[in-house]
């Protein structure tokens, strides 16, 4: 199964469009490293670098192969980011040889390893002593952790002997080779705590191995015994860790982001010194990954032959590139969960390649790394010293070359065998976790380079490490996919080197971690500048003065305070606004205040309303406001005492003084013409052409209405709805129905000039449901009867909205028009239009006029729409083209919705029209709405993205506003911002209710400002970063062209990554990739949305969809906006409980054939059925024992009576319940020809239509911030 082929959103068949291919990215490291590790501020709760928590990444995935890059010659350490959360794994990451600062969140700092005085004596240590902590991989039990002890080391042969001995097998410990105990227990430590021992590291990286059992299996169940690398083993054979860790199943560790041409400095945590003659063999525990230090070139000599145990995968932190002189054989003990702290990758060696140039380059895929916040503390010395490595003599005996495979598992080039060179002599045990945000260690000096002396620099003297934490349990990860056998892929994959897409920040532990930190704990909001949980998160909003994150989610919660300091970071100044959200049944709808005939009370200069930012002065008499700092009198019947805090004493008891959300009660001055307005109304305009009726749905939207009309919106659920209605059909010509409650059967009346479109009846048009009842019933039993036999295929369109637009100008009233409609609108008529679909301008430069309206009738009538509070929500059902991006300009401009069901049938779509009709017939919301957002001094807002239309500047005007409406506004600087004083803004929305009463709502929100880009970068929110992208990107494709659409947004977040590197990490070598602890899921997202239908098509996808999803994303909110670019893909194992399965990552690696999933994407609902699913699911979910027996065609699950069943059918309704658009749901079985649409979903992975795969793109964003950088 080939992971590459998949994009999300992206077309499911065709050919690859241009775009990332392969990785052919240039090298990714280069330069020196710096004498300090990227250093990243105060510790936040959240350590760098864990991995997602139980995690067992099966490692390499082979289809998803990098491929080798020559001209890269240094193999970095790739730092991968920091999952939210608590620390999760045993000892703290190595990440460089320096004093351990006993932090117990250890800050963790990157530079180079500091050098030991002399080489001359290094300190001796016997490798069997090494203290073993209990990290990433188990082997074979538990181990207890030793006191280090420093001795000679044994000769050379007897380690060849013990290592070479040593197997990858199932037996039982027997006595080990040097630095392993078994210990009793076989938990593998997942969340334990830091203790202050800095975990001892391995130079090389276990080879990925691609066998990987699909389950983990129980703790103490030994493997079956594995190749090993090298050659059969002596009869001395060292036992190892069975193939399955517990929970953790370890298929290969590291990443490969370069060449394992340079030897990575060894991390020193336990000091080991080589003799300068043969390679030691040292076991390596617990892997923190070697910094690369220097690149060496190596006398030939057989490749070494390193076996390693095929246990858990390395956590993130703990991905070793191999130094390509590392010693034969080392054992690769200890991969739990990597330190939370940093990880370090590196990439493939390029296949051939024997000397390496000292250069900095590093391989297709840089250290990543994630940083957390800055960390105050001492920076390490970076001391001059010798080279960590340097290259020694051959080994004695010649060792038989290992096979292709395991020089590939080894990423080694074959041929003789590599030295380990000596490490650096006179460095302590224990090192501090980075300071910086990279992963991994910091590397060492390149040769020739001796590495300056800082002052301030401590000495570091050896002394033994501390000991490890104790082991936590260990949770069990459902991301653990067996990946496929090396044997049944390609000789051209098994040879290309691949970086570890579990070492890589994974979006589904980031969305676990904030889960589990903030969903037990209401977010307050009185606390300012504080970023909100996650739109994944489930928690309770507590309002207490600014509004919450469900009204407005910033990008930024922390401004910068100068223009200089925004236009340095890139990051986006924005507010994703959603006036009328519902809240859910345990939070507050604001409160609605009447201050009576007066109004609302406001500023006189800036005219903002009462809000707690408002400051009483004189006793109480004016006050001051927040926004202009302009004082105004308080009205007498609005005065009330200070107290001794200045504050009202009647604070609390006003919401508009403490709350950050409320309504008021607008005046007769605040409506249109200055009188009251009237109840709005609902006009259902129904195509009866031949496709309408044929496809069956006139006859469904008429027993429908039936029913529905009792649900029309109201304020008070006892009450009825005040809502008028009015019925119209149309074809070529338009017929209007006067429902009158004194008729005893409706009377049609036809209007076929539909040049000049006008009302033929006023009175008994738009009437009240209640009274008129026993008509409307008849007429819509009658209208599928009348149009049965239709032969007309024409239709209008613009005269259909003109005539809407009339009916309300002459009831004086806003309303909203439901216009039910099949195809192109080529009758003769205002608004006709012609086919102009021409797939051949698809990636061309004049691509963007197809997304522009086809003239500027439609654009005139919204204008005109807009100015009566005609809103329109269009449901299409097209055979063919009907270019939604003409038809789409008056619901989008007036505040409405398009909905689309193209190929409409009415068995298997029925559900989901009927759910979304009922949802926007019902759904809450206001007419005739005008919204304007004011700030205080110093930024304004500049730019709005969403459904409305603007006259000016300033005043947004929706004709409609539901509840899942956004407005995004973006904001620049006019002036500087004070950190005293923050930034304030304020959305008030002007709106009638569905009861005909007109309101003000107002929203309030005050963020921080900042003078260091550290303090900006450490409070952002990615989700909201991404939402405001996808829109600007959406917009601008009407006027530039997509290529150069994408390549902007790739050029801004490479500056925003770029800017924090240079600006907020501690300096490290270049060929790190440093990514702020908040943004470290920025490339993946930005990735997702680079792929998406909108920007990047496959050759199916055709233009209306493209129109349709632009449009429909302009008013997306950020949980939907997630969904829609990073779809949540959840195995259907065990669902006893109330929580859901924890989701897994979007690829197809995560798929397992034994396994059933669930993937949600927002509009789509996909039951992915694997070939090998065992049948006791089979019959639980669908009734059938086989396989073959699943029905694909069908669109909702049978009513079994089992637990899972019933289970599995509420989490589908939950779903569904979340979401504006009913999910219709499709199941996908194993190698079925819908599979293609299935995997076009799947994120991660290399797209259909040529977007890159997460890992490429992360390549690729490494290189252009490396050369924004140089």
């Given at each position: ?128 002593s ?16 030793y ?13 060849t002997?013990q ?58 169940e ?10 059969p ?5 060292q036992?190892?860790?069975?193939a399955?860790?517990?929970?953790q ?16 400095a060894?991390?020193v ?28 070139s ?8 390193q076996p ?6 390395p ?16 054992p ?14 590196s990439?493939p ?23 957390p ?43 003789p ?29 390149q ?24 082991p ?17 892929l ?43 949980p ?31 300091m925004?236009?340095?970071?890139q ?25 009576g ?15 707690p ?48 959300s ?83 059967q ?111 009738f439609?654009?005139n ?64 919301m ?12 110093g ?11 603007m ?31 923050g ?55 009407l006027?530039?062209?997509t ?6 947004m ?11 590197r ?7 070598s270049a ?13 993946v ?29 302009s ?16 195995p ?12 897994v ?29 065992q ?5 639980n ?83 252009e ?6």
């Amino acid at each position: 199964m080939n992971v590459n082929q998949q994009t999300p959103m992206a077309s499911p068949y065709g050919p690859p469009q241009p775009g990332y291919g392969q990785p052919s990215y240039a090298p990714l490291g280069g330069s020196y490293p710096g004498p300090y590790g990227p250093y990243n501020g105060p510790a936040t709760a959240y350590q760098p670098g864990a991995p997602p928590q139980g995690y067992s990444p099966y490692a390499s995935f082979p289809s998803k192969a990098v491929a080798a890059n020559p001209v890269s010659d240094l193999s970095s350490p790739i730092d991968l980011g920091p999952a939210r959360g608590p620390p999760t794994s045993a000892p703290r990451p190595v990440s460089t040889p320096q004093a351990y600062s006993q932090y117990s969140q250890g800050d963790s700092q990157n530079g180079p390893p500091p050098m030991g005085h002399s080489m001359a004596q290094p300190a001796h240590r016997s490798p069997v002593s090494q203290p073993y902590s209990q990290g990433a991989m188990n082997l074979s039990g538990p181990h207890p952790s030793y006191s280090q002890q420093y001795g000679a080391p044994p000769p050379m042969q007897q380690v060849t002997n013990q290592m070479s001995g040593m197997q990858i097998g199932s037996g039982p410990p027997t006595s080990v080779g040097p630095g392993y105990a078994h210990h009793p227990s076989s938990q593998p430590p997942i969340r334990a705590a830091y203790s202050s021992a800095a975990p001892p590291s391995y130079t090389q990286a276990p080879p990925p191995l691609s066998a990987a059992p699909s389950q983990p299996s129980p703790p103490s169940e030994p493997a079956a015994s594995q190749p090993y690398y090298g050659g059969p083993p002596p009869p001395q054979q060292q036992p190892f860790p069975s193939a399955h860790h517990p929970s953790q199943p370890f298929v290969s560790s590291s990443p490969y982001l370069g060449p394992p041409s340079q030897p990575q400095a060894t991390p020193v945590s336990q000091q080991q010194s080589f003799p300068p003659g043969p390679p030691a063999q040292q076991p390596f525990p617990n892997s923190a990954p070697p910094p690369v230090s220097q690149q060496q070139s190596f006398p030939p000599g057989p490749p070494a032959q390193q076996p390693f145990p095929n246990s858990a995968p390395p956590p993130v932190s703990q991905q070793q590139s191999f130094p390509p002189g590392s010693p034969a054989q080392q054992p690769f003990p200890n991969s739990a969960t990597p330190p939370v702290s940093q990880a370090s990758y590196s990439g493939p060696p390029p296949p051939t390649q024997h000397s390496f140039p000292p250069s900095s380059q590093s391989g297709p895929f840089p250290p990543i790394s994630i940083s957390p916040s800055q960390y105050p503390g001492p920076q390490p010395p970076s001391q001059p010293g010798p080279p960590p490595f340097h290259s020694g003599p051959s080994p004695r005996g010649p060792i038989p070359p290992p096979s292709m495979s395991q020089q590939q598992a080894n990423h080694l080039p074959p041929g003789p065998m590599q030295q380990q060179q000596p490490p650096q002599p006179g460095m302590q045990g224990g090192y501090p976790t980075q300071q910086n945000g990279a992963f991994g260690q910091p590397r060492g000096p390149q040769p020739g380079y001796a590495g300056p002396q800082y002052p301030g620099q401590q000495n570091y003297g050896a002394g033994p490490a501390p000991a490890p934490a104790p082991p936590a349990q260990k949770r069990l990860d459902p991301d653990s996919i067996p990946s496929p056998q090396a044997s049944e892929l390609p000789a051209v994959q098994k040879s290309r080197h691949r970086i570890d897409p579990d070492a890589i920040p994974s979006p589904i532990q980031v969305i676990e971690d904030d889960r589990v930190n903030k969903s037990s704990e209401p977010f307050t909001t009185g606390v300012k500048g504080q970023a909100p949980p996650l739109v994944t998160t489930n928690f309770q909003v507590k309002d207490q003065g600014n509004a919450s994150p469900r009204f407005i989610r910033c990008t930024a919660y922390n401004m910068p305070c100068t223009a200089d300091m925004a236009k340095q970071s890139q990051v986006p100044l924005a507010a994703v606004i959603k006036p009328l959200a519902m809240l859910p049944p345990d939070e507050t709808p604001p409160y609605i205040v009447d201050h009576g005939e007066g109004g609302p009370i406001r500023c006189n200069r800036c005219k903002a309303y009462m809000c707690p930012y408002m400051q009483f002065i004189e006793a109480g008499r004016r006050f001051q406001c927040g926004f202009c700092s302009c004082v105004t009198e308080v009205p007498p019947h609005y005065f009330q005492h200070l107290d001794h805090t200045g504050k009202r004493v009647d604070c609390y008891d006003r919401p508009e003084l403490s709350q950050g959300s409320y309504e008021f009660v607008a005046t007769v001055d605040y409506c249109k013409n200055n009188k009251l307005p009237q109840p709005p109304s609902f006009i259902f305009f129904i195509d009866v052409s031949y496709n309408a009726v044929k496809s069956g749905m006139v006859n469904i939207v008429c027993q429908e209405l039936k029913t529905l009309l009792d649900y029309l919106p109201r304020e008070n659920p006892e009450e009825d709805s005040v809502v008028r209605v009015g019925f119209v059909t149309y074809n070529k010509v338009l017929h209007f129905y006067n429902v009158k409650s004194s008729l005893a059967q409706p009377q049609m009346m036809v209007v076929s000039d539909v040049s000049d479109m006008f009302l033929p009846l006023l009175d008994g048009f738009l009437v009240s449901v209640n009274d008129s009842r026993m008509v409307i019933e008849s007429l819509l039993d009658q209208i599928p009867e009348m149009f049965a036999d239709t032969r007309e295929t024409e239709t209008v369109f613009g005269p259909v909205i003109q005539a809407g637009l009339e009916a309300l100008k002459a009831a004086d009233c806003a309303g909203k028009l439901f216009v039910f409609h099949s195809t192109l609108p080529i009758a003769e008529a205002p608004g006709k239009l012609k086919n102009r679909e021409d797939k051949k301008l698809v990636g061309t430069d004049k691509e963007k006029s197809l997304f522009q309206p086809q003239s500027g009738f439609y654009s005139n009538l919204s204008k005109e729409c807009v100015a009566q509070g005609c809103c329109v929500d269009l449901f299409l059902f097209p055979n063919q083209y009907v270019d939604v991006a003409t038809l789409g300009v008056v619901p989008v401009s007036t505040g409405g919705s398009v909905y689309k069901y193209t190929y409409f049938q009415a068995e298997t779509d029925r559900e989901r029209f009927l759910n979304d009709l009922r949802r926007d017939v019902q759904k809450p919301m206001g007419f005739d709405a005008v919204m304007r957002v004011r700030t205080s001094t110093g930024i304004r807002a500049t730019d709005f993205f969403g459904s409305f239309f603007m006259s000016n500047t300033t005043d947004v005007e929706l004709a409609g506003l539901d509840c899942d409406k956004t407005v995004t506004v973006e904001f620049r600087h006019d002036d500087k911002l004070s950190e005293d004083t923050g930034a304030l803004m304020q959305c008030a929305v002007l709106y009638t209710s569905c009861s005909g009463q007109r309101r003000l709502r107002v929203h309030n929100m005050a963020v921080n400002c900042c003078s260091q880009l550290a303090d900006l970068y450490r409070n952002c929110e990615t989700d909201t970063i991404i939402n405001f992208f996808s829109k600007y990107a959406y917009r601008s494709i009407l006027n530039t062209p997509t290529k150069t659409v994408r390549d902007t947004m790739v050029n801004q977040c490479a500056q925003i990554l770029a800017c924090y590197r240079k600006n907020c990490a501690s300096p490290s070598s270049a060929g790190q990739l440093i990514l702020p602890e908040c943004m470290k899921l920025l490339p993946v997202y930005l990735n997702c949305v680079l792929k998406s239908d909108v920007l990047q098509p496959g050759a199916d996808i055709s233009l209306d969809d493209r129109a349709y999803l632009r449009q429909l994303l302009s008013c997306m909110d950020v949980s939907e906006s997630h969904i829609f670019f990073y779809p949540r893909l959840l195995p259907l194992v065990k669902l006893d409980g109330g929580s859901l399965p924890m989701a897994v990552r979007n690829s197809e690696e995560r798929l397992s054939k034994g396994g059933v999933y669930l993937l949600e994407t927002g509009l789509h609902l996909f039951l992915w059925v694997g070939a090998n699913a065992q049948q006791e699911l089979l019959s639980n979910i669908f009734g059938t024992p086989t396989f073959s027996q699943i029905d694909p065609n069908m669109t909702s699950l049978p009513e079994l009576e089992n637990p899972f069943s019933q289970r599995l059918r509420e989490i589908i309704d939950s779903f569904r319940s979340q979401r504006s658009r009913y999910m219709k749901l499709m199941v996908v079985k194993q190698e079925d020809k819908a599979e293609l649409i299935f995997k076009h979903f799947l994120c991660e992975d290399k797209g259909t239509s040529g977007g890159a795969s997460y890992v490429d793109f992360l390549c690729h964003m490494h290189k252009e911030i490396r050369q924004l950088l140089s």
